[in-house]
């Protein structure tokens, strides 16, 4: 599932992501040698064997995957939900999309719409016929793209699936995407008494980076000792984007870190 969080307080942008990726194995149990007694009429009936219906068991994939990127040096998008989409993990199609569009680099707003094609276009490849046959509320993709325009700090939320969403955020503040359960049990305790909520306005940036690891950190630790399998976990990515030096890493895990260094030369 994931949890990122993306803060704009009056110094930059910061942006957080756990590392921990969840996948799906469908079980079927068997029962053999089986006994059915008729209720009514009290007789047997004997079968060998008798399948179960199939059923989706969670389990912890990773805890190291890429969830937090930089796109062309300026901006910063981090992913949740599908992590793989028709073969590849979103970091990899992140940056083909970076790529195709290196030589001519598309504003935030523009970048949003570029983002929604692309991955549109692969989930049809996963699932053909998604546009008719899925739910309406069916987003398996989302994505925060941070970045500044004319100086102002800028996060777009966006929701792929059926009918795909782009929300913006332009407003000093915080934006979570993922699993938001236990960050949204905190933010209610802001709004039954106003002296308890977050001031984002009066955040320094190591400030925000400690917020936004503390919240990450403190859902992967409410999920080890809650009855659900972990959807949040791992080393937390953390990344600054300010107007004057673009994206920059704030901490990252050490084999991104060397991919990206051989990438450069």
């Given at each position: ?71 062309f040096e300026r901006y910063s998008i981090a992913s949740f939900g599908l992590g793989i989409i028709y073969g590849r993990s979103a970091m990899y199609h992140l940056r083909l999309l970076e790529m ?166």
């Amino acid at each position: 599932m994931s949890l990122v969080v993306s803060l704009r307080v009056p110094d930059g942008i910061v942006v957080c992501a756990d590392s921990l990726s969840t996948a799906r194995t469908n079980v079927q149990m068997v029962l053999e040698d089986l006994q059915i007694k008729c209720p009514e009429c009290g007789s047997s009936i004997e079968k060998d064997r008798l399948k179960l219906p199939v059923v989706p068991i969670p389990f912890s994939a990773s805890s190291f995957t890429q969830k937090l990127v930089p796109l062309f040096e300026r901006y910063s998008i981090a992913s949740f939900g599908l992590g793989i989409i028709y073969g590849r993990s979103a970091m990899y199609h992140l940056r083909l999309l970076e790529m195709e569009h290196q030589e001519n680099i598309p504003k935030l707003e523009e970048l949003t719409d570029k983002l929604v094609s692309y991955f549109e276009s692969h989930l049809e490849s996963q699932f053909p016929g998604y546009k008719e046959k899925a739910p309406e509320d069916w987003f398996p993709i989302g994505f925060h793209l941070n970045g500044y325009e004319d100086q102002h700090p800028r996060t777009y939320e966006i929701f792929v699936g059926k009918k795909s969403i782009i929300r913006k955020h332009e407003l000093i503040g915080c934006t979570i995407g993922g699993d938001m359960t236990v960050v949204q049990k905190l933010w209610e305790i802001g709004k039954k008494d106003s002296g308890l909520q977050f001031k984002y306005g009066l955040l320094s940036l190591q400030d925000a980076v400690d917020l936004g690891t503390y919240l990450i950190e403190t859902t992967s630790s409410f999920q080890r000792f809650a009855n659900v399998v972990p959807t949040v976990g791992g080393a937390v990515d953390v990344a600054l984007v300010t107007p004057f030096d673009g994206f920059r890493w704030i901490r990252e895990k050490s084999l991104s870190t060397m991919v990206q260094r051989r990438e450069e030369r």
